[in-house]
């Protein structure tokens, strides 16, 4: 069990009373959510930190080039 401010209890159940969800139920994908955020900020700063290397950041450039290569492979989407 977790304890949270009257004022987020209210709204969640006012989300709730709104969506025809249950309070879990919106819990559940609050926090899904807040997890890939904080996955996609881990890589945004990965991403940046990479950026203020010259020789790192060229080398993702590389790479990137020799993926994107790949699309014009000749084979069909599926």
Request: glycine share 2%; charged share 35%.
């Amino acid at each position: 069990m977790i304890r949270v401010p009257d004022a987020t209890h209210d709204i969640l159940r006012e989300l709730a009373a709104e969506t025809g969800r249950s309070m879990q139920d919106l819990l559940v994908q609050a926090v899904e959510e807040l997890r890939r955020q904080h996955i996609f900020d881990l890589a945004n700063a990965a991403y940046a930190a990479m950026r203020e290397n010259s020789d790192e950041w060229q080398e993702e450039l590389r790479e990137r080039r020799l993926w994107d290569a790949t699309l014009a492979d000749g084979l069909e989407v599926e």
